[in-house]
């Protein structure tokens, strides 16, 4: 599986990730949060920002099923899920749903944060249905 390489807009996400904390990028103009970082922002234009730590919260905005073809690394994982996730914060963010199967995955489910370790150094965010929904 590729490794994502940090650079210096998305540096404080990787780390946050890296802590197990999800942190989302804000402006420090106008306060507009935003995910995936970027070095400015779309609501004000401004180049400052900084990260707060989101709840890791939010719900199933969209999702897909990826049988394939896909590419070659991702191939031996097929089926999986690749789910658009709103956060609580409002911001929205790609990831993959954990020990969920895909007839289960709906819109609108909530879910929260867990983080995967893939090589000691990197931790990558995913996300489990809450206790709550899947009681």
């Known amino acids: 599986m590729p490794i994502p390489v940090p650079n210096f807009d998305n540096a404080g996400f990787w780390e946050g990730c890296r802590q ?9 103009a106008c306060g507009a949060l935003r995910h995936p ?4 922002c779309p609501h004000c234009g401004g180049v400052d920002s900084d990260w707060m730590r ?4 939010g719900s199933v905005f969209s999702f897909t099923i990826v049988h394939g073809p896909t590419l070659p690394v991702f191939q031996a994982q097929a089926p999986y899920n690749v789910v658009v996730v709103q956060l609580d914060e409002g911001p ?4 993959n749903l ?20 893939v090589d000691g150094t990197m931790s990558l965010p995913r996300f489990r249905v809450t206790a709550k929904e899947g009681a």
């Not at 197990?20 to 420090?28: A, G, K, N, S």
């Not at 199967?101 to 995967?116: C, L, P, S, T, W």
């Open 98 to 117: 954990v020990d969920c199967r895909a007839e289960q995955i709906r819109i609108g489910v909530k879910v929260e944060v867990v983080f995967e370790g």
């Open 20 to 28: 197990h904390e999800l942190r989302i990028q804000r402006c420090t």
């Open 37 to 40: 970082p970027r070095p400015m």
């Open 54 to 57: 989101a709840s890791g919260r």
């Open 92 to 95: 929205y963010i790609v990831s």
